[in-house]
């Protein structure tokens, strides 16, 4: 059996491009990814070995693009240039994307190759390019990589999951935070607006307000998920926290608390409301910002409040204090947790209902591989830099705070590759192409009944005082 592989990329959030000029460009590893690719090639090559990548959602950010024939860097345009999602405006966003990064897209051009060893590419959507739906997306991208003509094979679209050969690739998004959850993710369109595309309250909230955040602190995607930034800015810069919750309540209230509606009669969704009306008024902030230095008492009120809110759904646990300095790194660490417990479920599932033995998500941004009953889960992770600040204390966010640049180190630029026997088995690694990030992944079991035996016999040294 000739030699082949896969390379699995997630979440590049390949922008308009012209960063740093454009605060909403998060993609500036162009040249190492081209570094990237050109290295499988010659592996490839050398070794006659067949490869497939896999983009796994989120390779365009549509969300930070916005629908003009001519792109300025540094202009911010109105709200209803990011807004359409229509065919027709999402290839225009598409064409600003290409050419902003020619580099990105001659490395995908680069990298396919119809003879042998063959090199093909797969692109699964995400909720940031729900946007490659639309045919004329398609063929944007199919010309800047030419994959057209007798070439057309090399380049294919999924609209939601790749599923064959011993591995199961879907983004994740369908699983994780309601907020970005479609109703249909195959036929993403949306029935109360002609010709768009269903936006889901997390996309509305990257259009509508993110953007804007993002021009003013350009580091702000490095936090996730926006509740942590809340958690920890409510003790290092009361106003700029008052702005984002404020938003987050009047924009998207079902990011955080998708329970109740505003305006609701639950003691949550009353609480929602006039904490909101609280925040809206600036001089109010300004006197709520004072006493929450100040009063102990106020301060251990308030974060119960903002705690109430953000644990409507469950993602902060009962037992949390809010009145102690630590509030915010339990609030994070839970908050962060939960997409990686709701996606492993998945996974364990994925396992046994398609028969594969690797199961790959992205979404979260955090890279990671993890045995199963069965198989293993991985997340291939992201190529934009993003900090994970659930284990800092508060002194470390304050520092962030204030000197961001000082933190865009490490970055780095995971991937999954799996390789396959001559027997056809997959066996997996989560690598990273910066050589900073070491994760190992266990082995595959042979087969079921194999490691279940291999279990069993662990056991049973442990049962008489042995280790396996």
């Known amino acids: 059996m000739a030699r082949k592989a896969k390379i699995i990329v997630s979440d590049l959030h390949v922008g308009a491009g012209f960063a740093p000029d454009n605060p909403l460009e998060d993609f500036n590893t162009d040249d190492g990814f081209a570094d990237f690719l050109g290295s499988v090639v010659t592996e490839s090559d050398a070794q006659a070995m067949d490869v497939e990548l896999i983009v796994n959602g989120d390779m365009v950010e549509f969300l930070q693009v916005p629908a003009t024939d001519t792109f300025d860097p540094g202009t911010a345009y109105p709200l209803e240039e990011y807004r359409p999602t229509s065919e027709e405006a999402s290839a225009d966003k598409m064409a600003l994307v290409i050419a902003g990064h020619p580099t990105f897209f001659s490395a995908l051009h680069d990298f396919i190759n119809p003879g042998h060893p063959r090199r093909n590419i797969t692109i699964v959507k995400g909720n940031h390019d729900v946007n490659l739906y639309w045919g004329a997306v398609q063929d944007l991208i199919r010309q800047a990589v030419e994959a057209t003509g007798n070439r057309r094979d090399l380049l294919t679209f999924e609209e939601r999951q790749v599923s064959r050969e011993g591995i199961y690739v879907e983004h994740g998004n369908q699983y994780a935070e309601t907020a970005n959850r479609f109703d249909n993710f195959e036929e993403p369109l949306d029935p109360d607006r002609p010709g768009e595309l269903e936006t889901p309250l997390g996309s509305d909230f990257v259009t509508d307000f993110f953007n804007d955040l993002e021009r003013e602190k350009w580091w702000i995607d490095a936090v996730k998920p926006i509740a942590v930034l809340i958690c920890y800015c409510f003790a290092v810069d009361f106003a700029f926290a008052a702005r984002v919750l404020v938003n987050l309540l009047r924009a998207a209230p079902g990011i955080i608390a998708d329970s109740f509606a505003i305006g609701g009669e639950t003691d949550a969704g009353v609480q929602m409301d006039e904490l909101r009306r609280q925040l809206e008024d600036e001089t109010e902030v300004a006197a709520l910002a004072e006493r929450y230095t100040t009063d102990e008492a106020f301060r251990r009120e308030f974060d119960a409040r903002v705690g109430q809110i953000l644990g409507a759904t469950g ?3 009962e037992g949390t204090r809010y009145g102690e300095e630590a509030r915010a790194l339990e609030r994070a660490r839970n908050i962060t947790e939960m997409s990686d417990v709701m996606l492993r479920r998945v996974a364990q599932a994925k396992i046994a209902e398609e028969g594969v033995q690797v199961v790959v998500f992205g979404h979260t941004h955090r890279a990671l591989c993890e045995q199963l ?29 204030a000197h961001p640049e000082d933190f865009v180190q490490p970055h780095y630029l995971t991937y999954v590759r799996v390789d396959y026997d001559d027997k056809g088995r997959p066996s997996v690694r989560l690598l990273d192409h910066a050589g900073q990030l070491v994760i190992e992944c266990p082995k595959l079991p042979r087969c079921k009944f194999l490691a279940w035996l291999a279990e069993l016999w662990a056991r049973v040294l442990e049962l008489f005082g042995f280790s396996a």
């Open 373 to 401: 009953d069965g198989g293993v889960y991985t997340n291939c992770g992201t190529w934009v830099w993003w900090r994970d600040f659930s284990g800092v204390d508060i002194e470390t966010w304050k520092e962030f705070y």
């Open 315 to 317: 993602i902060v646990s």
